[in-house]
C-alpha cells in the first residue's frame, strides 16, 4: 500500500493556471503598474495550487485582483479588464479548488469532472458579476464618487473569500 500524497492532481491546477495567465495578458497589454501587482499575483495563486499552499493562492489571487483594479484605474480599457477580473475570480477559485481537491483525494484521484463542473461554474457566477458590474457602469449614475467604486471592488473581494470558505 502506498503512502497518500496530499497534493493538488495535476489535471486540477490547469484551469487556475490558464486563468492566471489570462490575468496577465490584459494586465500586460495595458498598464505597467497594474503588472506590478498581476504578475506575482498570478505566479503565487499557479505555485500555490501547484504545492498545496492555500495561503499563496489566497494571497495571489487578492494581488491579481488588486492589480486588474490598479490596471482600470490607470487607463486599461473596459473590456480588458473586465476579462481581467473575471480571470482573477477564477483563478483564485480554482487554485482554492485544486488545493482542497489534493486534501480530500489525492494527487493519484481521477478528477476531471470536478475540475470541469467547478470551473465552468466559476466562470459562469464570475461572469455575471462582471456583466452585472458592466451594467451598473454603463447604465447607472454617472455621480457617484470613486471611494464608493472601491468599497464596491473590495466588497466583491471579501465576498469572494467569504464563499470559499
Known amino acids: 500500500m502506498s503512502e497518500f500524497d496530499a497534493r493538488p492532481p495535476s489535471l486540477a491546477v490547469v484551469p487556475a493556471t490558464v486563468a492566471a495567465a489570462l490575468v496577465v495578458l490584459p494586465v500586460a497589454a495595458g498598464s505597467t503598474v497594474g503588472l506590478v501587482f498581476a504578475g506575482p499575483g498570478a505566479a503565487a495563486v499557479v505555485y500555490g495550487a501547484r504545492d498545496a499552499a492555500r495561503r499563496y493562492v489566497t494571497l495571489g489571487g487578492a494581488l491579481a485582483f488588486v492589480g486588474v483594479a490598479v490596471a482600470a484605474a490607470t487607463g486599461l480599457p473596459t473590456a480588458l479588464a473586465l476579462i481581467a477580473g473575471v480571470a482573477a475570480l477564477v483563478a483564485y477559485d480554482t487554485g482554492e479548488h485544486a488545493v482542497s481537491l489534493g486534501v480530500d483525494v489525492g494527487a493519484d484521484a481521477p478528477?476531471?469532472?470536478?475540475?470541469?463542473v467547478h470551473t465552468a461554474g466559476s466562470v459562469a457566477v464570475a461572469s455575471l458579476a462582471a456583466g452585472v458590474g458592466f451594467g451598473i457602469y454603463q447604465f447607472?449614475?454617472?455621480?457617484?464618487?470613486v471611494t464608493g467604486l472601491v468599497a464596491l471592488?473590495?466588497?466583491?473581494v471579501f465576498l469572494a473569500y467569504a464563499l470559499g470558505d
Open 111 to 116: 478528477v476531471a469532472q470536478s475540475v470541469a
Open 140 to 145: 447607472g449614475p454617472a455621480s457617484l464618487p
Open 153 to 156: 471592488l473590495f466588497a466583491a
